[in-house]
């Protein structure tokens, strides 16, 4: 079955500072990847996403993320952290049959000043 | 068209009344999702519409769940009978039909559900 799992549920990092988030899946086939951003009582806003080719993506807010298909990963990352990243984070894959997502569980990030 | 559009955003409700929830996708959009988020959890599938048919369900969609998406277009989710569990987020998205397998879902802002 597929599956999504983000290993640290709660990070924070000091502004200015690089951010890593981890994402392992589990899936059979080659797999559709995204990230979302949810801010409190919002819904999820995508920040990038991977279906193929090169495995380095670049999102919106100066995210990237690379897939890595050996490691089963899918980490988000960003050189500079700003006070507004603060958030909830969430990996997904994409079901192709159905286009429906499996999320993690949400790593939610805290930025201290 | 700015996206999709979920009403109400907030619905608070007695334990055993029944509600309901809208979904209007974004134009032209033919696939529909509905999702349901609880607190500190990653949003969870319910159910899927391609136009105006179903076409999947999960195991989480109990009997007291029913969706429809008549003519296509707006989708509704009802809850019959409400129970504590319930109280969640309920998420709306839809996605376009060209090229479906490489497009991203939009959401919409979500109604949250709080049985007391």
């Known amino acids: 079955a597929q599956s999504v799992t983000q290993p640290d549920i709660h990070i924070t990092v000091s502004e200015g500072a690089s951010l890593e988030l981890r994402c392992n899946y589990s899936?059979?086939?080659?797999?559709?990847l995204f990230w979302y951003v949810q801010s409190p009582g919002q819904g999820l806003q995508l920040l990038l996403k991977?279906?193929?080719?090169?495995?380095l993506v670049q999102g919106i807010k100066g995210f990237e993320a690379e897939f890595k298909r050996s490691q089963s990963s899918f980490n988000l990352r960003k050189p500079s952290v700003h006070w507004s990243d603060a958030a909830e984070y969430f990996c997904a894959v994409a079901n192709t049959q159905g286009g429906k997502l499996i999320f993690g569980q949400g790593t939610e990030l805290s930025v201290k000043p | 068209d700015t996206g999709v559009s979920q009403d109400p955003r907030h619905k608070i409700t007695k334990r055993g009344q029944n509600v309901t929830f809208r979904c209007d996708p974004i134009s032209e959009h033919n696939r529909l999702y509905w999702y349901r988020q609880t607190l500190g959890q990653g949003p969870e599938f319910l159910t899927y519409f391609q136009n105006e048919a179903q076409l999947e369900k999960s195991r989480l969609l109990s009997d007291r769940f029913s969706a429809e998406r008549p003519k296509g277009s707006f989708s509704t989710l009802e809850i019959q009978r409400t129970e504590q569990g319930d109280s969640a987020m309920y998420l709306c998205?839809?996605?376009?039909?060209?090229?479906?397998?490489?497009?991203?879902?939009?959401f919409g802002q979500g109604t949250r559900l709080t049985v007391v």
């Open positions: 998205a839809s996605r376009p039909k060209l090229r479906a397998e490489n497009t991203e879902a939009f």
């Open positions: 991977y279906f193929s080719g090169d495995t």
């Open positions: 899936y059979g086939a080659t797999p559709y």
